[in-house]
């Protein structure tokens, strides 16, 4: 039997039962097979198969191009690798705010193509609709507020989001409603640490924060930023864990050096 094989699997309830006892929500990013493999056996609590592949995986500037059909092929890849933890998927840019029907449509596409176990929608008000009939066919839905990045080009910038006024006021009841709509936990993204604490107080449901404070029910961090193979982005928030970038940078560099000076392969690493 291997070790994993009795090993219970983090569900949506079990994340609100850490919110309810205190115990904080681990949640990383995972694209692929080889690493959601290492990330679960490592103990994250959820793997995010995030919009940001767009990023990082397929190198273009924003999250907007990245197609239903490319998540639900990097989705299947991570879920496969998936003995514990949640994996919630995120739905990409066009196509879930044409209108309701299409975003049912394009939830259920993600969990019969993929096998993944939830959803996650940027939006608040706006999204309500969509939100309350994908949870009719029983589909999970995680919320996502604050730094949006589908909404790039309405915002302009990547800065911190709901610092004061009219939006950190809109923030406020957008969550509020989210957790009402029955959402079964919320992303908040690069806003100010007071005012995620707030939000994480007054809703029923886990807060996961990135660049959000301490002060929320968990974390989650992009897997390549952490591990620093993404070198060229540092916001402040970003602890970084590892140099991996750095050392695959040097293997390869080795690599090259003993191919052309035919120190690779040697006696024993040939038939
Ligand atoms: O796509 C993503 O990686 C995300 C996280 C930043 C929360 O949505």
Redesign the pocket.
Known sequence: MSVQSNVRRVTTNTLQEMKNRGEKISML?AYDYSMARIVDEAGIDVM?V???ASNVMAGHET?LPITLDQMIYHASSVVRAAKRSLVVV?MPFGSYQGNSKEALNSAIRIMKETGGHAVKMEGGEEIVESIKRILTAGIPVMG?LGLTPQSIYKFGTYQVRAREGEEADRLLRDAELLDQSGVFAI?L?KIPAKLASEVAKRVQVPVIG?GAGADVDGQ?L?VHDMLGITQEFSPRFLRRYASIGETMHHAVAQYVADVKSRDFPNAVEQY
């Open positions: 990013t995010l995030g919009d940001s999250t995120d996502h992303v993204e990135i989650v992009v």
